[in-house]
């Protein structure tokens, strides 16, 4: 069994900054990657970004991916810490939302990550 715990969400202002952390407990070699999921209120959960547990490959998102794909969204590892996190930059009030840290088998659709933390709520508002 796998146990996730987000951290550092927050209010923001639009254009600023945030970071957010995923430290994961448990057999996490049953899962193949970690990923971000973000459910804003009335709307379907998305997924924003995933790492390979094994390789750290990453994925991102159309919605999160600024000019010319650069992502403003950056997903990175620290195995040291079993600890995962979410860079959030140029942060714009649509990205307002919980956000949720899962494990699971890649990509970005729920469907395929089967643990699951508690979230935390990140808003983005003047």
């Known amino acids: 069994q796998v146990q996730l715990v987000e951290s550092g969400g927050g209010l923001v202002q639009p254009g600023t900054s945030l970071r957010l952390s995923c430290v994961v407990s448990?057999?996490?070699?049953?899962?193949?990657?970690i990923a971000w999921f973000r459910q804003a209120p009335g709307k379907e959960r998305e997924g924003v970004s995933c790492i390979s547990v094994s390789d750290g490959r990453t994925h991102y998102a159309d919605s999160v991916k600024g000019r010319f794909t650069i992502s403003r969204f950056t997903i990175s590892r620290d195995n040291t810490k079993n600890a995962v996190y979410l860079q959030m930059n140029s942060l714009k009030p649509e990205d307002s939302a919980v956000y949720y840290c899962?494990?699971?088998?890649?990509?970005?659709?729920?469907?395929?990550?089967?643990?699951w933390g508690q979230g935390t709520q990140v808003t983005v508002s003047s």
């Open positions: 899962a494990a699971g088998f890649g990509g970005l659709q729920p469907a395929d990550f089967g643990s």
């Open positions: 448990g057999f996490i070699l049953d899962y193949t990657a």
